[in-house]
């Protein structure tokens, strides 16, 4: 039986129980949910060193600055537009923009119920009624429609939905202003945005489904919005549309797209392809309406795809999407590390999948992944400060990649300021009077089981250190059974699957120790599990082992060929410049069997355990295809911590072998030089001269420069030699990413030599033909010079680029 009666939701049960509990009283119970809940996010006060400052930095200068950001971008004066309050000339420019200021919402109501703020609750109160008189009155909100521009956004269409598989991102806007307003709700008790959330929902259920309006959404999210608002009003309306949403795509008569999930019906896919944050988003979604409706064939379909991810498709650090070509997943193993895309919204969506996954099946090896996300690939995503970001979040940078403080496209900076006020709803979960410890978070937590009400503390200093002490406080002496997960990189099982190999040898089991005394303990998927009554300050301690491990990468991964990558404990590290000599770490090599130590430096990147090693720098010497090697020492710093200070080169995959290295130029002229050009970007100029070979015109992983988006232009690129000098040859390497990319090989070149004042054609003796995929070299009458001038006329349709210039 389910009640259509709205209620408040206790905040134990912030992802919807079997029973609940209604204000007026009265039980309602949906048919069915997840088998394991997990324990909410305000039951569990975080008090550690690690999570809790990152928790405060969100609330304190995320939160406010997003808010801000809304405000000066003009996100808030679209909602004012659409309610006809404000004329304006133009929109923001994505026609999803809305849903940043949900977002920023719900992370600030996710705050809200942690620490009382009532000058942000009364701001927030102003926020809603403003999206509320955006509201059209049968309750469609989307400003980019209802604030009639002038000149529409092409994306939006003639009329209502009419885009809406494509790129309206109506549905998207909704599905978000959902999940806010179920936070807004739990975290405030009010229904103001509840209220606004649900006369939309009522309109979709009026308009979509079999025989009416059959479209489905072109960007998931609508799917968890749906499934969530349904839990809280129990409309099982909500729960048959987010059901109806799936099951369209892929069927026949719509857009049909992998880059949207909907190339085959969603239970005939066992792939993960396209767009990550879609497919991502679509497969927790997919989650939400097994666990609800006991669905075989979507449980399938998602364990199929879960596989196919972490054998093939997964960085080491937990990001996904490793291509930027359609912000999509690779092809199988192809994770390649510079140009790894692993964009923080995927990443995001990735902790949420993971944590249904295990929800439905109890594993803790979805936990491995869940955690190995959060501690990695998730956190580097905001800055050690909270106001700087990262969209794509490559594993290696030649200084190229820096954290902005806005993007036109904002997604992934609402979606960490929501997302991590949210992190202790991860660390406990529970099934009847099973309690599972998931994650390693020094807290204090309250647990309602069947059999009476849990006090739980965890002290430990993870995850520098892998001691933990549990202390257990049942307001009476209760049976129930603890379930603390043993993490795979514990017990050297990194990650589930064959992706990432950890070579050491079996790890022993870890010891628990109850009141000082070993206990023992039976293993299941992946939990200890100690089942027995337990009184009022029983202690259990244990420690994981927190060694360095040197992981591999599947062989046939080739961009990690010859490479190591560190972690300890969940962290995965990496090099990165100011910690190592000239600021370089492309050079370095570290032997395999070299041994590492952890040293905690209290005063680094508010503080972090950095491991210590010795290595030798490469460098290419002129007249000898030989690599000079000095030792050195090297130095890694966990990855969430990157690009804290200043654009620099960094490397998570360590070469273990000197050919996988990029040594430092030799000393040829070009080198030498001063490079400049019709170009700002300095990193741009490095790469000409950096003699880092292209494997072909297209290789992104090496530096190049080129001047997209600019077309049909005359550009330059200038060396200004050290001193006077005679050159008679000069070779180019052209930038090419066709058919696909913006660049082609030029339309024509010329070379000139500086002659006083003056730019002077060289006398060409032999050039090669202009082509891809090789070095084009002039062979030309001697001239003694200050400075070389590359000239290049730039093809019509399209911009040039280039990877190396070198001169004899
Ligand atoms: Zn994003």
New binding site residues.
């Given amino acids: 039986m389910i009640s259509i009666k709205m209620r408040r939701i206790a905040a134990s049960t912030l992802i919807g129980t079997l029973g609940f509990v209604s204000q007026t009283g009265a039980q309602v119970h949906l048919h069915a949910d997840y088998p394991i809940q997990p324990v909410a996010f305000t039951q569990v006060q975080v008090m550690d060193n690690f999570w809790a400052p990152k928790i405060r930095t969100n609330a304190e200068v995320t939160i406010p600055y997003t808010l801000d950001q809304c405000k000066r971008t003009g996100r808030i004066d679209n909602f004012l537009a659409a309610a006809g309050k404000k004329k304006l000339n133009k929109l923001t420019e994505y026609t999803f923009d809305d849903t940043d200021l949900y977002k920023i919402i719900e992370g600030a109501s996710y705050g809200l119920q942690v620490k009382k703020n009532p000058e942000l609750e009364k701001y927030l109160d102003t926020l809603i009624n403003i999206i509320g008189d955006a509201q059209e009155r049968d309750g469609y909100l989307y400003t980019f429609r209802s604030a009639k521009m002038e000149k529409p956004h092409n994306w939006i269409g003639s009329k209502r939905w009419e885009k809406e598989e494509d790129l309206s991102h109506e549905l998207y806007n909704s599905g978000h202003l959902f999940e806010s307003a179920v936070a807004h709700y739990q975290a405030t008790g009010k229904k103001t945005l509840l209220n606004i959330a649900i006369k939309n929902a009522d309109l979709l259920v009026k308009t979509f489904g079999y025989g009416k309006e059959e479209k489905f959404p072109g960007h998931q999210i609508i799917e968890t919005g749906l499934t969530k608002l349904y839990r809280v009003t129990g409309k099982k309306e909500y729960l048959d549309l987010a059901k109806f949403f799936l099951d369209l795509r892929g069927t026949p008569g719509h857009l049909n797209h992998e880059y949207s999930q909907a190339h085959k019906k969603v239970t005939d896919q066992h792939e993960a392809v396209g767009h990550a944050?879609r497919a991502t988003y679509m497969y927790t979604g997919m989650a939400d309406v097994a666990a609800l409706t006991g669905n075989k064939e979507y449980l399938k379909a998602i364990d199929d795809i879960w596989e196919d991810v972490v054998d093939k498709k997964l960085y080491i650090t937990g990001g996904i999407g490793a291509t930027g070509a359609g912000e999509a997943f690779g092809k199988p193993y192809d994770l390649p590390n510079m140009s790894a895309y692993a964009?923080?919204?995927a990443a995001i969506a990735n902790v949420y999948w993971n944590s249904r996954m295990f929800l439905l099946h109890g594993d803790s090896r979805y936990i491995d992944v869940m955690e190995r996300t959060l501690y990695n690939g998730l956190l580097s995503g905001v800055s050690l400060s909270g106001d700087r970001f990262f969209?794509p979040n490559p594993l290696a940078s030649m200084g190229q990649h820096q954290r902005s403080a806005w993007f036109g496209?904002a997604?992934?900076i609402s979606?960490m300021t929501r997302f991590l006020p949210s992190m202790p709803g991860y660390v406990y979960a529970q099934n009847k009077n099973d309690l599972f410890v998931n994650l390693f978070v020094g807290s204090k937590s309250s647990v309602k089981l069947p059999a009476g009400t849990i006090g739980i503390t965890q002290m430990t200093n993870y995850p520098w250190d892998g001691k933990n002490e549990i202390t257990i406080d049942p307001a009476k002496s209760t049976a129930f059974a603890l379930h603390i997960r043993i993490p795979g990189w514990s017990v050297n099982k990194p990650v589930p699957g064959t992706l990432y190999l950890d070579t050491d040898a079996n790890a022993n089991p870890v010891k628990i120790l109850l009141n000082g005394k070993a206990v023992t303990y039976k293993m299941d998927k992946g939990y200890a599990v100690i089942d027995r009554t337990w009184k009022k300050g029983d202690k259990l301690s244990f420690e994981l082992p927190m060694e360095i491990k040197k992981l591999m990468a599947n062989q046939q991964v080739s961009a990690d060929k010859d490479r190591f990558a560190l972690q300890r404990g969940p962290l995965v590290y990496c090099l990165e410049g100011p910690d190592n000599k000239d600021a370089a770490v492309m050079n370095i090599v570290v032997k395999k069997e070299e041994p590492i130590q952890a040293v905690y430096r209290e005063e680094l990147l508010n503080g972090v355990m950095t491991l210590q090693m010795k290595g030798s720098a490469t460098k290419r010497q002129l007249n000898s295809s030989e690599l000079v090697k000095t030792e050195q020492p090297v130095t890694a710093i966990p990855y969430y911590a990157w690009a804290n200070r200043g654009a620099s080169e960094m490397e998570v995959w360590i070469p273990y072998e000197e050919s996988a290295a990029k040594p430092m130029p030799a000393p040829t002229i070009a080198s030498k030089s001063k490079v400049s050009g019709s170009i700002g970007n300095k990193r741009m100029l490095k790469g000409l001269n950096d003699q880092y070979e292209p494997q072909d015109s297209r290789d992104a992983s090496a530096t190049y420069l080129h001047w997209w988006p600019k077309k049909n232009s005359q550009e330059y690129v200038q060396y200004d030699f050290d001193k006077e000098t005679t050159v008679s040859e000069s070779s180019v390497y052209w930038y090419d990413d066709g058919p696909f990319g913006g660049c082609r090989i030029p339309a024509s070149w010329k070379l000139l030599y500086k002659k006083g004042d003056e730019w002077v054609p060289v006398t060409t003796i032999k050039a090669d033909p202009i082509a891809k995929d090789k070095y084009n070299t002039i062979k030309f009458e001697p001239v003694t010079t200050s400075a070389l001038k590359l000239e290049i006329q730039q093809p019509v349709e399209h911009s040039a680029g280039l990877h190396e210039w070198s001169v004899k």
Avoid: A
Wanted: glycine fraction near 0%; aromatic fraction near 12%.
């Fill in positions: 944050v964009e923080t919204c969209y496209c997604c992934c979606n």
